[in-house]
């Protein structure tokens, strides 16, 4: 992504990223707070690592609401803030969330007109490494 990352003052068309340990959860910063993309509920939740499709939704929350308490890093973008949040807001109410197709992360980017998720392509990468490993041990052994 272009532009700066950091722990600096977010600003309203910034991207924010949550670190929820082993995942990170991202949203556009917005002169009210910021517009995030979430799965709708609990049962949602648990159909997300078998890569469904389940219902999310985008809203638009406070920012300590968004931080929930933990470290948030905030990247600039070189797209005008106005066209970044426009993006966001027109979304807001019910959106389609998967994990690999299409997750928060996806959401803010495209608002910020890219879309693609870093966390699912290192994933996918990982993956891809483990089943060439295994087919290589596979035929070095049998």
Same mark, same amino acid.
């Given at each position: 992504m272009a532009g700066n990352s950091g722990k600096g003052k977010a600003e309203p068309g910034d991207l924010l990223e949550r670190d929820d340990g082993? &995942?990170?959860?991202?949203?556009?910063?917005? *002169?009210?707070?910021?517009?995030?993309?979430?799965? =709708?509920?609990d049962a949602s939740k648990s159909k997300i690592m078998t890569e469904q499709t389940v219902r999310g939704t985008v809203s638009?929350?406070?920012?300590?609401?968004?931080?929930?308490?933990?470290?948030v890093t905030?990247?600039?973008?070189?797209?005008?803030?106005?066209?970044?949040?426009?993006? &966001?807001?027109?979304?807001?109410?019910?959106? *389609?969330?998967n994990?690999?197709?299409?997750?928060? =992360?996806?959401?803010?980017?495209?608002?910020?007109?890219?879309?693609q998720s870093g966390q699912v392509e290192r994933v996918e990468r990982v993956v891809k490494n483990v089943l060439d490993y295994t087919n290589q041990e596979q035929n070095f052994s049998g």
């Open positions: 082993f &995942a990170k959860h991202w949203g556009v910063c917005t *002169d009210k707070g910021v517009v995030h993309l979430t799965p =709708e509920n638009e929350v406070g920012f300590e609401n968004f931080a929930n308490g933990r470290s905030v990247h600039k973008t070189t797209t005008p803030p106005s066209e970044t949040i426009e993006r &966001a807001r027109a979304k807001i109410g019910a959106h *389609d969330y994990l690999t197709k299409y997750n928060c =992360e996806h959401f803010a980017k495209e608002a910020a007109g890219m879309c």
